[in-house]
């Protein structure tokens, strides 16, 4: 038999032949100086190659640090953080879904919201309410029937009198 | 840190009992494989967290699936086949830069230093080649970088490789040759003596 060539070495070296052929190959190599030499060369290569890809101390260490049999459950947690996830996009669908069909029903409140704007229709009412109770106050006080005005102006003006006067801002005085 | 090493029958009984929902059991073969998962999926992302995480996944995966394990078949190449796939999507993930890992190789001297090793200029020497070869691994193509590492970390036979990464026997033999080569050249590019490459 003559040399193999190096993709059979290698498949033989590696026990990836079919029987019959790694045994042609075998005996062949012991007998060929050239083929034993490209073998223990292979055989070289690969320890090395093993060496420096094994893992090192640290490595080791790092490793056994990590406790992987109580941690390879924590990927659960992820999972089910996942399928949160999912149920807060479908729910996002849902609302839009259900948007779309809602909006032909309320469109003319929502139409007269987006023209005045949501701001204007508040400050409205709330001023409204504020004059109103100043208004209702009023006609209260001025009502003859119950004669408030004298007592209410009698009251107005004890309270000036008393009013506190550091409170009554003052001119300054150059010194 | 001690390996444990499990017998085929021990294997099979801890199977079944994990497929029966007994998380314990599942624990111990994560206990007996996380070293061959750990390594491969570090020796193909090159970064330890990101290893560490992978790692959680695919043995989360597999007890996911342990349903679809052809008790036949040896259970750490099927580990080993969930570990490199994860891997390699979370290397397409990512596309990240390699260069950061591993803390100095001074720290890696004075560790061994510790444990009893004898000369410090020998131990330098022989961590910088074992870096080197190591770096030149990581450089090589993904393909490549797929199939040594899972023959020269992993110890899987052609067999196992060609199954995993769908190709033929003969297919993985030249791309270890073609590896090689690359090796070979790269590291000589890199002013390292290659003896043991062809």
Same mark, same amino acid.
């Given at each position: 038999?003559?040399?193999?060539?190096?993709?059979?070495?290698?498949?033989?070296?590696?026990?990836?032949?079919?029987?019959?052929?790694? /045994?042609?190959?075998?005996?062949?190599?012991?007998?060929?100086?050239?083929?034993?030499?490209?073998?223990?060369?292979?055989?070289?290569?690969?320890?090395?190659?093993? /060496?420096?890809?094994?893992?090192?101390?640290?490595?080791?260490?790092?490793?056994?640090?990590?406790?992987?049999?109580?941690?390879?459950?924590?990927?659960?947690?992820?999972?089910?953080?996942?399928?949160?996830?999912?149920?807060?996009? /479908?729910?996002?669908?849902?609302?839009?879904?259900?948007?779309?069909?809602?909006? =032909?029903?309320?469109?003319?409140?929502?139409?007269?919201?987006?023209?005045?704007?949501?701001?204007?229709?508040?400050?409205?009412?709330?001023?409204?309410?504020?004059?109103?109770?100043?208004?209702?106050?009023?006609?209260?006080? *001025?009502?003859?029937?119950?004669?408030?005005?004298?007592?209410?102006?009698?009251?107005?003006?004890?309270?000036?009198?008393?009013?506190?006067?550091?409170?009554? =801002?003052? *001119?300054?005085?150059?010194? | 840190?001690?390996?444990?090493?499990?017998?085929?029958?021990?294997?099979?009984?801890?199977?079944?009992?994990?497929?029966?929902?007994? !998380?314990?059991? #599942?624990?111990?073969?994560?206990?007996?494989?996380?070293?061959?998962? #750990?390594?491969?999926?570090?020796?193909?992302?090159?970064?330890? !967290?990101?290893?560490?995480?992978?790692?959680?996944?695919?043995?989360?995966?597999? %007890?996911?699936?342990? &349903?679809? #394990?052809?008790?036949?078949?040896?259970?750490?190449?099927?580990?080993?086949?969930?570990?490199?796939?994860?891997?390699?999507? !979370?290397?397409?993930?990512?596309?990240?830069?390699?260069?950061?890992?591993?803390?100095?190789?001074?720290?890696?001297? !004075?560790?061994?230093?510790?444990?009893?090793?004898?000369?410090?200029?020998?131990?330098?020497?022989?961590?910088?080649?074992?870096?080197?070869?190591?770096? &030149?691994?990581?450089?090589?193509?993904?393909?490549?970088?797929?199939?040594?590492?899972?023959?020269? #970390?992993?110890?899987?036979? %052609?067999?196992?490789?060609?199954?995993?990464?769908?190709?033929?026997?003969?297919?993985?033999?030249?791309?270890?040759?073609?590896?090689?080569?690359?090796?070979?050249?790269?590291?000589?590019?890199?002013?390292?003596?290659?003896?043991?490459?062809?």
């Amino acid at each position: 038999m003559a040399c193999p060539d190096e993709l059979t070495l290698d498949l033989w070296l590696a026990d990836a032949l079919p029987s019959d052929e790694a /045994a042609a190959v075998a005996s062949h190599v012991h007998t060929c100086a050239v083929c034993t030499a490209a073998q223990q060369t292979a055989r070289g290569l690969d320890g090395e190659l093993q /060496a420096a890809l094994a893992l090192d101390e640290q490595e080791l260490a790092f490793l056994s640090g990590l406790e992987l049999a109580t941690t390879w459950r924590t990927s659960q947690r992820t999972a089910g953080a996942l399928a949160w996830g999912w149920i807060a996009l /479908a729910g996002v669908v849902a609302g839009f879904a259900a948007w779309l069909v809602a909006a =032909p029903l309320f469109g003319s409140v929502v139409g007269a919201a987006a023209q005045i704007g949501l701001g204007t229709v508040l400050l409205n009412v709330a001023l409204e309410v504020g004059f109103g109770f100043g208004q209702a106050l009023l006609e209260v006080i *001025r009502n003859p029937a119950l004669g408030l005005s004298q007592p209410v102006l009698a009251l107005f003006a004890l309270a000036l009198l008393v009013w506190p006067r550091h409170l009554i =801002p003052q *001119r300054s005085t150059s010194a | 840190m001690a390996i444990i090493e499990l017998s085929r029958d021990s294997t099979q009984h801890l199977v079944q009992q994990s497929r029966a929902g007994d !998380e314990s059991a #599942f624990a111990a073969l994560v206990e007996a494989h996380q070293s061959a998962v #750990f390594g491969t999926v570090l020796r193909l992302v090159y970064d330890r !967290e990101v290893a560490a995480e992978v790692s959680n996944r695919a043995f989360f995966k597999a %007890y996911e699936h342990l &349903a679809s #394990f052809d008790e036949s078949r040896p259970l750490r190449a099927w580990l080993l086949r969930i570990a490199a796939n994860e891997a390699l999507n !979370e290397l397409r993930g990512r596309r990240r830069d390699a260069a950061h890992t591993l803390g100095g190789a001074e720290a890696e001297i !004075e560790l061994e230093q510790l444990s009893g090793a004898p000369d410090p200029g020998e131990i330098l020497a022989r961590r910088e080649r074992s870096d080197a070869v190591r770096d &030149a691994v990581n450089r090589l193509p993904e393909t490549q970088r797929v199939v040594v590492v899972l023959r020269y #970390f992993a110890d899987l036979a %052609y067999a196992d490789i060609a199954e995993l990464t769908q190709q033929t026997v003969n297919n993985v033999g030249v791309i270890l040759l073609r590896a090689r080569e690359r090796l070979r050249r790269d590291l000589e590019t890199q002013g390292v003596a290659t003896d043991g490459l062809p």
